[in-house]
């Protein structure tokens, strides 16, 4: 797929297109700028991400740079003013010597000290302001990255380490963010200062100037091409701690797994195995910064003794009032020159670093998602599901295209009505839950809902009226009325209450302390099977959709609590169109229609539970291997 598709499918540049036909262009978000940056170039860069949401908070951007700018200046200048005040004091104490200003020396004194007053309040302006801008960046590059997670499909996250996904989502985003604060004053003030303070260096003495400033460039120079092959290295390492956080973050997330086989001395023996090769990439970087730190300090000596043999050559014989006169202000000058030369060497790593997230977030943001959510251009799903049509479905999971999983689907399921799909493991029963919804679109056919292709629909809308319980409850970390309201967020307390006792929880959340306020653990962690499960089936409940959507919705329940939801669940199932993925059959002997599925064949046979538990084929095998 081409940059000019991947731009058009983008869903928060959709609106953007088209623009021909308009008058008036409209104009770019900053999000968009940066999508079309990535689009042409293949990549993101760190000062790309500053320029672009620096310009979209233009008043403190500015002020940070126009800031940096005015501080580059003071300091530049201060050499300057104590070359003045040195030579205006000659004067006026020896008019032979020094060189009049027309002010006394307390005064040229006087205006220094306000020069470094004025560059202490500089300093407390720029660094206060770049640390606002620096978090206000972050956030709009991590709203940016988990704007992009948010609008990929489930199949993105098939091979992806949560941990991995973190890294780039917070570590490297927190990074560029850490980075922009310093990276901004420095990056733009000490090239200025090397700059400005060469300039000051003519004022005081030409020949001295070109020296010193020769020595200052070279050195600046050979800072430059350290500083390449560092963020080569930098890179490296980026990508080897994402690997490890994938890894480490894996295995909290099977603790339990852990915990009941024993291996923690195995885990923490592969980890310390783990973290081997990090140490091993990190070893080129504490070389290029020995290197870095060792051409500094060398440096930082090496000019000024040559500075300093330098004028005793050039004025010590014949004038050696103007060496002196010289001497202090022209070193003064030479230490605020190479001070510049640590700010660059110092930044170097923060450069590197920022400059491999921005990579690394690349990574997550430039890709297309499969299918879109058509959240501002779908057709809006303002009615009832009075039928649902798959039609020539053919399905192959894009983790694994070579497999087909649903050969060829031709069913209608009416209004009101319930339905089952029972059949082995990987036959395709859950797939079609996924298909129902939109997880996925059908690699052939289409779904139809009341006769309209679903992937046409704005999905928000049309999921409104499907309440889905799934194998796996999903537990967010929070209280039971976060767990329960979500989706549904304008619900009541006591709106709750009545679904979770619909549910059969309410008894057990009132055991709890802190009742319905308890905080889940993380996917909740602290909870049962069964009480994760029954608190899911809350919140549907809560919802009261219209399409039902049930996974092994009460698999994880003993058989006593199971019959009393069970109970309920056909209450709630009462005029609404119920999908029912079976491995229990006694929780599907009320249906109106069950389908067996087998394994690349589809559909093998359909039928009410009577019919079809008195019919040899493969839902009587099922059955009495299930009774047997």
């Known amino acids: 797929m081409d940059g000019n598709s991947n731009l058009e499918n983008l869903s928060f540049v959709k609106n953007s297109q088209n623009l021909s036909s308009k008058p008036l262009r409209k104009k770019k978000t900053a999000d968009e700028k940066l999508y079309n940056f990535m689009d042409k170039k293949k990549k993101l860069t760190f000062l790309k991400i500053v320029f672009t949401y620096g310009f979209k908070h233009k008043k403190l951007f500015f002020t940070v740079i126009g800031v940096v700018i005015f501080s580059a200046i003071l300091v530049s200048i201060n050499s300057l003013l104590i070359n003045i005040t040195l030579n205006q004091a000659q004067y006026d104490y020896d008019n032979k010597m020094g060189k009049n200003y027309n002010l006394k020396w307390y005064w040229w004194m006087l205006i220094t000290l306000g020069d470094l007053v004025l560059l202490y309040i500089c300093t407390f302006i720029r660094n206060s302001f770049s640390i606002i801008l620096a978090v206000t960046i972050e956030v709009e590059l991590r709203k940016l990255t988990i704007k992009r997670l948010l609008e ?113 001395k195995y885990e923490e023996d592969r980890i310390e195995n ?69 700010q660059i060497a ?112 704005n999905l928000k809308s049309y999921l409104s009226h499907v309440g889905y319980v799934e194998q796996e409850p999903q537990i967010i970390y929070g209280s039971v009325y976060d767990n329960v309201k979500y989706g549904y967020f304008d619900a009541t307390d006591e709106e709750v209450h009545e679904a979770c006792k619909k549910a059969q929880v309410h008894n057990i959340i009132m055991s709890w302390p802190e009742t319905y306020n308890t905080i889940l653990g993380e996917r909740g962690l602290l909870l049962s099977g069964g009480q994760k499960q029954r608190l899911v089936i809350a919140r549907m409940l809560l919802r009261n959709p219209e399409l039902l959507v049930l996974d092994e919705a009460t698999s994880a329940l003993d058989n006593i609590v199971e019959k009393e939801i069970q109970s309920q669940l056909d209450e709630l199932m009462k005029g609404k169109t119920t999908v029912i993925i079976a491995h229990r059959l006694t929780t599907i002997k009320n249906v109106n229609k069950i389908y067996v599925l087998e394994s690349g064949k589809g559909i093998v046979q359909e039928g009410t539970y009577n019919e079809l538990v008195k019919t040899p084929g493969r839902f009587k095998e099922l059955h009495d291997a299930a009774n047997s």
């Not at 500094?296 to 014989?317: F, M, Q, R, T, W």
């Not at 997550?364 to 058509?374: A, E, Q, R, S, T």
Request: hydrophobic share 45%; net charge neutral.
């Open 152 to 264: 990929y499909d489930i199949s993105y996250y098939s091979d992806k380490k949560t941990g991995k996904l973190m890294t780039k989502l917070v570590g490297d985003t927190n990074i560029v963010g850490n980075e922009i604060s310093g990276l901004v004053s420095w990056i733009i003030q000490a090239p200025l200062v090397v700059i400005f303070g060469t300039g000051v260096l003519f004022f005081v003495d030409v020949y001295l100037a070109l020296i010193s400033s020769a020595a200052v460039y070279l050195l600046a120079l050979i800072i430059i091409i350290i500083a390449t092959s560092y963020q080569k290295k930098v890179t490296v390492v980026r990508e080897v701690i994402s690997d490890i956080n994938g890894d480490v973050v894996d295995r909290i997330n099977a603790i339990k797994l852990v915990k009941s086989s024993a291996t923690r």
């Open 274 to 342: 783990l973290h081997k090769p990090y140490i091993k990439v990190f070893k080129p970087i504490s070389r290029i910064d020995g290197t870095l730190l060792a051409i500094l300090i060398a440096s930082d000596v090496i000019i000024n003794l040559l500075v300093i043999s330098c004028a005793a050559l050039l004025y010590g014989d014949n004038n050696v009032s103007y060496f002196v006169a010289v001497i202090i202000p022209i070193t003064t000058a030479m230490t605020g020159l190479t001070r510049p030369l640590w």
């Open 346 to 457: 110092a930044i170097v790593p923060g450069l590197s670093r920022a400059s491999a997230s921005s990579t690394k977030i690349y990574e997550v943001i430039y890709k297309d998602p499969i299918l879109f959510d058509n959240n501002e251009t779908g057709v809006l799903f303002d009615q009832e599901v009075n039928k649902i049509e798959f039609r020539e479905v053919k399905f192959n999971y894009p983790e694994k295209p070579e497999i087909n999983i649903i050969p060829n689907l031709n069913i209608t399921l009416e209004k009101g009505k319930s339905y089952a799909f029972v059949g082995e493991t990987g036959s395709g029963k859950s797939t079609i839950s996924k298909l129902l919804l939109r997880f996925y679109d059908p690699t052939d056919g289409c779904v139809l809902i009341n006769d309209i292709n679903l992937k046409d629909f």
